[in-house]
T-cell receptor, first 113, second 114 residues
Framework: DAKTTQPPSMDCAEGRAANLPCNHS???????VYWYRQIHSQGPQYIIH???NNETNEMASLIITEDRKSSTLILPHATLRDTAVYYC??????????????FGQGTTLQVKP | DSGVTQTPKHLITATGQRVTLRCSPR?????VYWYQQSLDQGLQFLIQ???????AKGNILERFSAQQFPDLHSELNLSSLELGDSALYFC?????????????FGEGSRLTVL
């Protein structure tokens, strides 16, 4: 499975956009980029995923570069409740894959008032 | 509410003892994944079951075992407990492993070994 690299921590002002980067330079063609977050020892929560096109849902937007070697998760208007550890995960899909998620250390996002 | 139920939420026991953690997946989900999260190790994948069969194994100790029953609930058995086994244990469920889509995590079972 491809490895991801994320900054260990970031700060963001409340109400501003939070842009969380992720590098996955060894990503393969059948690997999707997933983002999860974990708020203070709760179970991880799914945010968004994508293959090569940009994606948007009610929580966030995912921007994937054309070469797919990096991506950015955007929380458009961060609130204090968005303070969490954010995980970028590369996950292969296909009949021979298990679907498991391998978590790295993630980025601790601190949203400040 | 993710729809994944884990019991017990908290458990305190002594070294050398054995405990069983239970997970009920979301209705319709066939896959169950177990994870361990300790302070210094982050979220570690332990084992996965799909429709009753073991599908993938991660960093699971030989003292630990798991199974998935015909009704699709799963149990993680931890034996000969050591202080270092103190951790949060999460269960996640998903549909078919080959499909894209999210895994849904329970709220975890917090195990404290004294």
């Amino acid at each position: 499975d491809a490895k991801t690299t994320q900054p260990p921590s970031m700060d963001c002002a409340e109400g501003r956009a939070a842009n969380l980067p992720c590098n996955h330079s060894t990503i393969s063609g059948n690997e999707y980029v997933y983002w999860y977050r974990q708020i203070h020892s709760q179970g991880p929560q799914y945010i968004i995923h994508g293959l090569k096109n940009n994606e948007t849902n009610e929580m966030a937007s995912l921007i994937i570069t054309e070469d797919r070697k990096s991506s950015t998760l955007i929380l458009p208007h961060a609130t204090l409740r968005d303070t969490a550890v954010y995980y970028c995960i590369v996950r292969p899909h296909g009949s021979s894959n298990t679907g498991k998620l391998i978590f790295g250390q993630g980025t601790t996002l601190q949203v400040k008032p | 509410d993710s729809g994944v139920t884990q019991t017990p939420k908290h458990l305190i026991t002594a070294t050398g003892q054995r405990v069983t953690l239970r997970c009920s997946p979301r209705s319709g989900d066939l896959s169950v994944y177990w994870y361990q999260q300790s302070l210094d190790q982050g979220l570690q994948f332990l084992i996965q079951y799909y429709n009753g069969e073991e599908r993938a194994k991660g960093n699971i100790l030989e003292r630990f075992s798991a199974q998935q029953f015909p009704d699709l609930h799963s149990e993680l058995n931890l034996s000969s407990l050591e202080l270092g086994d103190s951790a949060l244990y999460f269960c996640a469920s998903g549909h078919r492993p080959s499909e894209t889509g999210e895994l849904f995590f329970g709220e975890g079972s917090r195990l404290t070994v004294l």
